[in-house]
């Protein structure tokens, strides 16, 4: 038999269970002494340090790593834990380093006691909790986003459960429920505020809609109290979660009353009041979600010959900035970007009459030249009609995979970038003749131009808010310094590209919003996918 193995004490083993918790713990650990200096620190807290080894942080402070005001604060908080012995638990810090890292910490400092009691130091545990920091923010900014743009909206917006109770009205909708907070309205139905025949068939539409069916732009009316009536063009469509799983329904109602008024006792209301209608009904479609198309059709996105990205940041809620993706066909795609005078509702009815152009022209805009020529012929009539201009700069350009080859018209629109990787190389569409905008000329004959897009080129499209952006001194980031950040970014491609961009801009300007209208939208070619690819 072999010799029995030796007793491990318990002070040993103990030493040993610390060791290894210290050694494989992912939290950042350390102990200090009353003048804030490392004495022991693991390998996790180590290594964020950039140290390459415990023993190298010894005898060092905060002062050493981070920011004089982060090292500051640390060290006046830890003497106070020394004085009093009241820790700091679960805190979340921003935390800058020297070299410029930032991350978002949990922190917890202790005060550190012999075995008397009395306090020699502190020892402390930061948890890297940035990643679900910047989640947070990230759906807080979108929510907040979210609720000032349907607050803002004319149309009566409001989410249902699966049971018709309401869990989201916009103050359109509330205003018309009588209610004045949010809070008042969660958990009641249709049948609460309307009782009788015209709560019972919004109850019965409600079963409709979560048995599958969608109710369209449906017209109703009813008679309010005085005996007036009033008519709604309302929308209903199922709400599936992220799993595909039915959690309610969405509506949108909008009051038609003085249209329908209109048409029955005013048939003789002029074109331009028609046009203002047809026009909101267009901006009704452009809040519809869209999916980028797939090329050719058949394939997984994962295997699309053609990729895209976008970010549109509007300066107000109704923006005049926009972009669209047309499938001409499995080898075509048409991309149009589009940036319409001035902002608010009436640049937002004018970007809905664009997407109405390209939407009805459909697989028939393979000619960009008549596609801008279409644009323009639809915005010339408003300066006629209303003595006021409205223009819109745009380029719209068609994408062929099989020829490998970029055509497109410009209307005055800042030249977009043509991402050309295998020669690193960056290509700006500026024609020898710019053309004007859309809706200044009348039947103005656009030119068609072309130039390669092969496999692993890019197209980044944008409007003038990208490079328009001003700092604190009033100086614009500029299309050089913008063509010079995407030249040194051309390994990116996609929404890092994109992410990029962005930042860097919003880094010059010192602010994450923006004076004008933002949108960008980057298409790539990637190698290997798609069409007669090797």
């Known amino acids: 038999m072999s010799a029995a193995s030796p007793a491990i004490s318990v002070e040993a083993l103990d030493s040993t269970i610390l ?42 402070t905060d002062f050493d790593f981070f920011s004089r005001e982060h090292a500051e604060r640390a060290y006046l908080e830890e003497q106070v834990i020394i004085r009093t012995g009241r820790p700091i638990v679960a805190r979340i810090d921003h935390i800058t380093r020297r070299d410029g890292v930032q991350v978002w910490g949990s922190v917890t400092k202790m005060p550190w006691c012999d075995e008397t009691g009395r306090i020699i130091g502190t020892f402390g545990l930061t948890r890297d909790v940035t990643a679900t920091k910047e989640a947070e923010e990230k759906l807080t900014v979108e929510r907040n986003l979210l609720r000032t743009i349907i607050d803002h909206l004319p149309s009566r917006i409001y989410v249902k459960d699966t049971a018709s109770r309401y869990v989201l009205n916009n103050r359109a909708h509330l205003d018309m429920l009588g209610v004045e907070h949010q809070e008042d309205a969660l958990g009641r139905t249709t049948v609460d505020y309307f009782p009788g025949e015209r709560g019972e068939q919004a109850m019965a539409d409600d079963k409709r809609v979560l048995e599958g069916e969608t109710i369209q732009n449906q017209e109703k009316s009813n008679f309010e109290a005085e005996g007036k009536v009033r008519w709604s063009l309302t929308t209903k469509v199922p709400l599936h979660d992220l799993r595909g799983k039915l959690v309610g329904l969405v509506g949108i109602s909008h009051d038609i009353t003085r249209r329908k008024l209109a048409e029955i006792e005013l048939e003789h209301r002029t074109a331009e009041m028609e046009a203002d209608v047809q026009m909101a009904r267009q901006i009704q479609e452009s809040f519809l979600p869209r999916n980028y198309p797939v090329f050719p059709r058949s394939v997984p996105p994962a295997e699309s010959a053609l990729r895209f990205a976008h970010c549109y940041i509007p300066a107000t809620t109704l923006g005049g900035d926009f972009f669209h993706i047309t499938q001409l066909t499995d080898a075509k795609c048409g991309v149009l970007v589009c940036d319409v005078m001035g902002h608010g509702v009436r640049a937002g009815l004018v970007t809905a009459l664009i997407r109405g152009v390209i939407e009805e022209l459909s697989e028939r805009a393979k000619d960009p030249a008549k596609v801008i020529a279409e644009i323009n012929h639809a915005l010339t009539p408003i300066l006629e009609k209303t003595g006021q201009p409205m223009f819109a700069t745009a380029f719209f350009g068609v994408i062929d995979i099989v020829s490998q080859t970029l055509t497109y018209a410009n209307a005055g629109h800042p030249p977009p970038f043509v991402l050309h990787r295998s020669e690193r190389q960056v290509v700006r569409l500026v024609a020898d003749d710019p053309e004007p905008a859309a809706g200044l000329v009348e039947n103005f004959a656009y030119s068609r131009h072309s130039c390669p897009f092969r496999t692993g080129d890019g197209l980044l499209g944008f409007t003038d808010g990208l490079f328009e952006a001003a700092n604190a001194n009033d100086q614009m980031f500029g299309e050089e310094r913008l063509r010079a950040l995407v030249e040194a970014q051309l390994a990116l491609a996609g929404p890092p590209l994109l992410d990029k961009v962005v930042g860097d801009i919003r880094a010059f300007t010192g602010h994450t919003n923006f004076e004008d209208d933002l949108c960008v939208i980057a298409v790539e070619s990637p190698r290997g996918v798609g069409l007669d690819r090797d």
């Open 19 to 60: 060791r290894v918790l210290m050694d494989t713990i992912p939290d950042r650990i350390y102990f200090k002494d009353l003048e804030s200096r490392f004495v022991r620190n693991n390998l996790a807290h180590t290594r964020w340090m950039g140290a390459s080894s415990p023993e190298e942080l010894v005898g060092k």
